[in-house]
């Protein structure tokens, strides 16, 4: 993924260096963007035709330069009823609304999602690195 948030850096710095303990969210989130969030937020989220965030399992780290922590199984959307525009972008929240974006990237390929398409990612296919 591109990168973490200003949220989630915050937290991960004020945890180690300041003191003030985090406590991971639960369950993580998926959204799908069709216009690109940032560091601060933002971005256009999909929405209508039974959109909704994906919750997902416990990602899977290993590694050292980089340290990665993956997908260890498949996030699949439900089936679209209507159309949701062309995907560019996937964040990660702690939330299945609102909440905080934790982490984000551009798709290597753009997914245009109409009515009936199940927009899936594979086991593996969401990295989040750490160099």
Do not use: Q
């Not at 999909?46 to 996030?75: D, F, H, L, Q, W």
Request: net charge negative.
């Amino acid at each position: 993924m591109a990168g973490f948030s200003d949220y989630l850096e915050d937290k991960v710095l004020d945890h180690v260096f300041g003191g003030s303990a985090y406590s991971a969210p639960g369950t993580l989130y998926v959204g799908l963007f069709t216009a690109a969030p940032s560091d601060t937020g933002g971005g256009t989220e999909c929405s209508g035709g039974s959109y909704a965030r994906k919750s997902m399992a416990a990602m899977t780290v290993s590694g050292t330069s980089p340290t990665t922590a993956t997908n260890g199984a498949a996030v699949e959307f439900v089936t679209a009823t209507g159309a949701w525009g062309t995907v560019t972008h996937v964040g990660v929240f702690d939330a299945a609304s609102s909440g905080n974006l934790m982490a984000w990237a551009e798709l290597t390929a753009s997914k245009t999602v109409a009515s009936g398409d199940v927009f899936r990612f594979d086991a593996g296919d969401l990295d989040i690195t750490l160099a």
